[in-house]
């Protein structure tokens, strides 16, 4: 590759614009009328004359071997065409090895080939794919499909499993290791310690909508909607798995019903759903079931966590251990990172963080809204809580007193650093102040009341994004990228940003979003997806208003005659005198005017890059930049949680009463999307601390509480009022100052719970989730 | 689902007789249990016969005070009912403590007692269970069993019987009345669920070809003083771990009248005589509250699971009680 590549969006420093008068509003989402009336449409709404229906047939057995199936009952089912198993389906080619050229190459969620292997590896694995005219035809055919196995030795039993653990890889998700100075032997000698095993059982995302699927083949041509995060992935992927060029496949997600990371992956429906049609040459829709998804699509894994922490009675810390062993699938899944944001969050003189995992025969796991934090701050942030006890220091004060001033592993600067801000703001707001910290010393009638903080932390991921930026003569803008819209309100943003980039009214701008025609944008995930957009709308947007400038430039009579563009606001549709009044005679021209005298009917510009060839180098010099960018700067939005829980003094219910939550996530581009974001953050936190739970059998690795039903995720009556506010100050090294808010909210609120328990009642609860029988 | 044959009957005499035309035939009320479980593969009905829409809708008082409740009025209907509210406060809470708004507007009152158990081993039609297929096992016994019973139970089956309906209507000695095609019977509620032994598929003392027409209510002077307590893992829209129905009628400080009922704990409402007994007479105290909770837990038996579940009764049955002595019926 000798070929100097087109430079791609710069991570570090992009062009800083002032926040102009859309970007922070809490303006309604753009799509908010589709959505709510049903124009929206999902992966499994679109109507084609002759779809079929196509319902999965799941393994029952751990690891095995098909021995037989038979399938002659499910075929004779009125209006069923095709029962696939692995006796009949067509070869879908491996999935690729892993490489961080193209990552791309990770879209796999297991290495398994479904059905084109006789092989069983996780109790749940799809065996066979029915397809037919309708739905309960599918359904009903796929109970009567008989499989039998030889079932092999299996490891489901992640407890039982806790000694055969190996160290780390890195992946996805990154799970990193750090070590400074001896700190077990800082432990040991420390005047005040804790050390103590915190677990976190298996979670599932359980977005709204489960994933569903629909795919028609033209020839080698194939059309999918799908439930996805990650559009790019999914060509690619399918392009590889059903050997035919990615320029023929188009992938469309332009609504996705939630995601928080369970549609990142591609998992066996998208894959099976394609394979189907190509069986049956008709349209396929495979929508799964509640309990397929469980089945088929990874969740977070569990983990055992030890966090030891030592400190001198000042409650400066001398040592910091954190370790964690978590489950991965013996074909895929990656180590969950649960010491990640240990490695920054406190300045302690030792540190040491380890990662290890397991191998189980289960479904791999897969990233789940903030992967390792989520987990990984229960133990952290409750270890912290246990030595503000031990040391008698109020667990604020202990915090801000341990907030470092470059990162206590590497050295690395902060390009943010506000946590005693956040926590100072967020005491004011709760009343903190009044606090006693002596435990069952608060009460309502028969409730025993408790106060507990805890810290948010999350590192945002910035990945390259393609967009098309055009400004029409009228004065609209049409902004065109292959982004998601998952529920977020990200086409919302992405139309005040370039709104106020280009000074255009918001209802100027369109947006389109989610089709791989639209140029390629990266997956929604690490947080990264409405910065990482951002960088490539405001490089788009200021090569036309240069491009607008040139032509105004080449024009005598024109107020822009001789002038450059750092003399210039874009305000008013159209480009003016930055140092002249808004509104003053010859101050500057519109795009209309321009555009006019130039006898253009619009000006386009595409950043980023869209060839293969050079998308692979872009891709590979962005991910250089990307990681030479992180080894200068932590770059992360944090956050301070407090919160009230009432626990029956009776029967030891606990229910969270208020919470208060005050971050530092830059700059905010939508105030009302916003605060969903951040609150939805702390509502899934509050299942993870009170109710979610996936039960794996440890005797047969199969999960038994597949539906919403039996999976607890918090309803109404569990949340309370949310109070959520935010710093909302431009972080200089991030475009246009935004450090993404998707993850950071969930990150402590289950230690935040788990300490006001204690608070309440006494007892410290280590393990996930916190039930009422731990408190009896 | 599997195909099955679908009958709709305009009332009780065609669905007796389709019900016993046909075995394996299913009534369907609401239809939220029932369809839910052919989804799952673990009901599958030769026949159907929808009775939705059979005139067993009333709600009407009986001379003495007690109410007559036709089998398919709706969950959420009966909750709202002025009488029931007023005069049986602990039937409106134990109806409003179930499933969700949802659910309450279809389930019916003869679905909502014979809905079945939620053992997650029982739904699970891979597993092995006695009650879904006797004499494969049960799986609960050494794997999942946090909603399993510990009173009642065999080692053939722990499961509890979910209804919160049904608590209320034990506490207040209701009488079931059911019809067939050899003609009507009254079976007390409490006596309307079987435990276990070692027939766990049989699950109530009805035949398969019988329909529930009514409930009654008696009038009594502790309905008016009830409350129902559901302690769960969530605040709404989970089944109960352990649950008290309660009705007390305290004169000059001693228990002159009371019933209680326990949900979630048993195959069946569990009505606790063994407590009532011990309150009956007794002074009206905190003491006397948790010596009855004692004496009605004393068999219980645990698994690891659900050994907390006894305690936890324990201690329902005395904050139940407490509460309502406090602050008497009305929530
Ligand atoms: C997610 C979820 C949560 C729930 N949570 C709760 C809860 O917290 N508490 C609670 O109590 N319940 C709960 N339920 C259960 C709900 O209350 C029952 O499903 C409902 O009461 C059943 O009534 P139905 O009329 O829909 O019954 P159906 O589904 O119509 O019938 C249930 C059974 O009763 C039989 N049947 C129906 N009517 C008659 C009759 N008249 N005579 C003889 N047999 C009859 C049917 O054949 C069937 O076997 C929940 C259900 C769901 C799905
Ligand atoms: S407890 Fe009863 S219902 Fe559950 S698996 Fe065992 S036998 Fe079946």
Excluded at chain 1, 535 to 554: F, N, S, T
Excluded at chain 2, 323 to 329: A, D, I, K, S, W
Aim: hydrophobic share 45%; proline share 6%; net charge neutral.
């Amino acid at each position: 590759m000798t070929q100097a590549p087109e430079r791609v969006s710069p991570p570090v420093e992009p062009p800083v614009v002032d926040s102009g008068p859309v970007v922070g509003r809490p303006v309604d989402r753009v799509d908010g009328t589709a959505k709510t009336s049903g124009q929206a449409r999902y992966s499994a709404e679109f109507p084609y004359p002759d779809i079929t229906h196509a319902a999965l047939v799941h393994a029952d057995v751990a690891r095995g071997r098909i021995t037989t199936i038979d399938s002659a009952d499910a075929e004779a089912v009125d209006g069923v065409l095709a029962v696939i198993t692995h006796r009949n389906a067509p070869k879908m080619a491996e999935a690729p090895k892993v490489s961080l050229l193209d990552l791309s190459t990770m879209a796999a969620g297991t290495r398994v080939n479904y059905l084109n292997t006789d092989e069983v590896h996780w109790n749940g694995q799809p065996v066979a794919v029915v397809v037919a005219e309708t739905l309960d035809a599918a359904h009903a055919a796929a109970r009567l499909v008989r499989v039998q196995y030889e079932a092999l030795p299996a490891v489901t039993d992640f407890a039982a499993a806790q000694g055969d653990t190996k160290p780390a890889k890195g992946g996805m998700m990154g799970a990193g290791e750090a070590k400074k100075g001896d700190a077990e032997a800082a432990l040991a000698t420390a005047p005040v310690s804790v050390d103590a095993t915190y677990t976190t059982p298996p979670q599932n995302h359980n977005a709204i909508e489960p994933h569903a699927t629909t795919a028609f083949w033209d020839g080698d041509e194939l059309t999918v909607h799908d439930a996805t995060q990650s559009i790019d992935w999914v060509r690619k992927h399918l392009a590889i798995r059903f050997k035919v060029p990615a320029a023929g496949i188009r992938v469309v997600a332009t609504y996705v019903g939630g995601g928080f990371g369970g549609k990142g992956s591609v998992w066996a429906g998208t894959l099976l759903a394609v394979l189907a049609a190509r069986v049956t040459k008709r349209p396929v829709r495979m929508a799964l079931t509640r309990e397929a998804v469980f089945r088929t699509v990874g969740g977070r894994a569990p983990t055992v966590q030890r966090v030891a922490l030592g400190a001198g009675h000042d409650g400066l810390l001398t040592a910091l251990v954190h370790t964690g062993v978590s489950a991965v699938g013996r074909t895929g899944g990656n180590a969950e990172p649960v010491g990640s944001q240990s490695q920054h969050l406190y300045a302690a003189r030792s540190v040491l963080i380890q990662h290890r995992t397991t191998e189980l025969d289960m479904l791999p796991n897969t990233f789940m809204r903030a992967p390792g934090e989520a987990v990984g701050s229960f133990a952290l942030e409750s270890a912290v809580d246990e030595l503000a006890v031990e040391l008698a220091i109020d667990p604020v004060e202990l915090r801000t007193r341990n907030e470092p001033e470059r990162s206590p592993t590497d050295g690395k600067r902060f390009s943010r650093q506000n946590l005693a801000r956040v926590y100072a703001d967020g005491a004011e707001r709760f009343g903190w102040a009044a606090r006693d910290p002596k435990p069952r010393s608060m009460r309502d009638g028969r409730r025993l009341l408790g106060w507990g903080v805890a810290t948010a932390f999350h590192m945002p991921i910035q990945l390259p994004a393609d967009v098309s930026v055009r400004l029409s003569a009228d004065g609209t803008v049409l902004v065109r990228s292959s982004f998601h819209e998952i529920g977020v309100g990200a086409a919302t943003a992405q139309a005040q940003i370039t709104a106020d980039a280009l000074g255009v009214p918001l209802d100027a701008v369109t947006v389109e979003h989610g089709d791989s025609d639209q140029p390629p944008a990266p997956m929604a995930g690490g947080s990264g997806q409405t910065a990482s957009l951002a960088a490539a709308v405001l490089q788009a947007c200021d090569r036309i208003k240069r491009e607008a400038l040139a032509l105004a430039g080449k024009a005598p009579g024109s107020p822009l005659h001789g002038l450059r563009p750092a003399d210039l606001r874009a305000t008013g549709g159209g480009l003016f005198r930055a140092d002249v009044p808004a509104g003053a005679e010859h101050a500057g021209e519109t795009y209309a005017d321009i555009l006019a005298r130039a006898g253009r009917d619009h000006l386009e510009a595409r950043t980023g890059s869209d060839n293969r060839f050079r998308s692979a180098v872009g891709q590979a010099r962005f991910m250089a930049g990307f990681l030479n960018d992180r080894r200068k700067w932590v770059r992360a939005a944090i956050g301070a949680h407090f919160c009230e829980v009432a626990v029956d003094e009776d029967t030891g219910e606990v229910r969270v009463t208020r919470w208060v939550g005050v971050f530092d996530v830059g700059r905010v581009v939508n105030a009302k999307t916003a605060a969903s974001q951040l609150r939805g953050g702390v509502v899934m936190g509050i299942g993870a601390a009170l109710g979610e739970e996936t039960l794996l059998d440890p005797r047969t690795g199969r999960i038994m509480n597949p539906g919403l039903g039996e999976y607890h995720l918090p309803v109404h009556a569990d949340v309370p009022r949310i109070d959520v506010s935010y710093l909302d100050e431009p972080d200089p090294t991030a475009p246009l100052g935004i450090l993404g808010i998707g993850e950071v909210s969930i990150v402590g609120v289950a230690a935040a719970v788990a300490n006001a328990v204690h608070h309440a009642t006494g007892v410290r609860v280590r393990d996930l989730p916190v039930t009422l029988d731990r408190l009896l | 689902m599997r195909p099955f044959e679908y009958v709709s009957a305009p009332d009780v005499a065609t669905a007796v007789r389709a019900i016993s035309d046909a075995p394996g035939a299913k009534l369907l009320g609401g239809g939220t249990n029932l369809v839910d479980l052919m989804r799952q593969d673990v009901e599958r009905p030769t026949t159907v016969v929808d009775i939705s829409g059979v005139p067993l809708t009333g709600v009407d008082e009986l001379p003495d005070g007690g109410l007559r409740i036709g089998a398919l009025v709706r969950n959420s209907r009966l909750a709202a009912h002025p009488v029931v509210r007023a005069r049986f406060p602990v039937l409106a809470q134990a109806l409003l403590s179930g499933a969700s708004g949802q659910l309450r507007n279809m389930a019916t009152v003869g679905g909502n007692l014979l809905q079945r158990t939620r053992c997650l081993y029982f739904v699970d039609a891979s597993a092995a269970c006695n009650k879904r297929e006797p004499g494969s096992g049960c799986d609960a016994v050494g794997g999942f069993h946090r909603g399993g019973a510990v009173l009642g139970a065999s080692e053939h089956c722990i499961a509890t019987h979910p209804s919160d309906m049904a608590v209320a209507l034990a506490a207040l000695d209701a009488v079931v009345e059911v019809e067939s095609v050899r003609g009507t019977r009254r079976v007390p509620l409490v006596e309307l669920h079987r435990l276990p032994g070692d027939t766990p598929h049989r699950e109530t003392e009805l035949e398969p070809d019988e329909l529930i027409t009514a409930v009654e209510v008696p009038a009594s002077t502790a309905a008016a003083t009830s409350r129902y307590r559901k302690v769960r893992d969530r605040a709404s829209f989970a089944f109960a771990l352990v649950s008290v129905a309660a009705a007390i009628d305290v004169q000059d400080g001693a228990v002159a009248a009371v019933r209680i009922a326990l949900g979630g704990v048993a195959a069946k409402p569990w009505r606790a005589y063994e407590a009532e007994r011990v309150l009956t007479g007794a002074r009206a105290t905190e003491a006397v509250f948790r010596e009855a909770a004692e004496a009605e837990l004393a068999g219980a038996v645990g698994l690891p699971g659900n050994e907390f579940k006894i305690e936890l009764a324990r201690r329902t049955i005395v904050a139940t009680l407490r509460q309502l002595r406090v602050e008497g019926g009305a929530a």
